[in-house]
């Protein structure tokens, strides 16, 4: 007959070895030195998720050197796992592949987290307050902020956001032509 804490010691073994310990360790962020090649980012998101555990002052200062380096602008979008609007805007963009195209060719995009585990309100406190979410902030490639855009303007109605209307908005904001 086995041991219980034979057979323990044998799936935290096994766990450990495939790498499926569940942690509640802080996601790491990447050093400043360390910026990612722009080839590398999916659809032009350093920060494509909202993680409560992520430090926003340290994306931004990886996308403000990634912005500059690509001349383009900085969007980030608050919100949270626990917003439909922001889940329908990223339905959105995989619907609409030349808007998508057109953000990742003029924006480098961070989200930020805003959730009961994290509200980052340090880190906004910079910035004009969102009325609702997912809220947009418009950053010059150097950080400078530039624009709050409320999405309530650019939605449908129903359940997703008007192409025209969200294009027009992206191209307003773009940076100038070098």
């Known amino acids: 007959m086995i041991r219980k804490g034979y057979l323990l010691s044998l799936l935290l073994v096994f766990m450990l070895a495939c790498g499926n310990i569940p942690s509640s360790a802080p996601s790491p962020t990447l050093p400043v030195q360390e910026i990612v090649d722009p080839s590398e980012l999916p659809n032009s998101a350093l920060v494509d998720v909202y993680d409560p555990a992520r430090n926003p002052a340290e994306d931004l200062k990886q996308a403000i050197a990634l912005a500059q380096k690509e001349n383009k602008r900085i969007i980030l979008e608050l919100g949270g796992d626990w917003c439909i ?4 805007m990223d339905d959105f963009y995989a619907a609409h592949t030349d808007i998508l195209q057109y953000r990742a060719e003029n924006y480098v995009l961070v989200k930020v987290n805003v959730s ?3 509200m980052n309100e340090e880190f906004l406190s ?3 307050p ?3 979410y997912p809220h947009i ?3 010059d490639g150097d950080g400078t902020f530039l624009h709050s855009q409320d999405t309530v303007e650019l939605e449908d109605g129903k359940d997703s956001y ?3 209307v969200f294009m027009t908005f992206l191209q307003k904001w773009a ?3 070098k």
């Open 126 to 128: 910079q910035y004009p």
């Open 116 to 118: 009961d585990e994290n």
């Open 175 to 177: 940076p100038p032509a």
């Open 137 to 139: 902030y418009i950053l």
């Open 130 to 132: 969102a009325g609702g």
């Open 85 to 88: 609007w922001c889940k329908y």
């Open 162 to 164: 008007v192409p025209e």
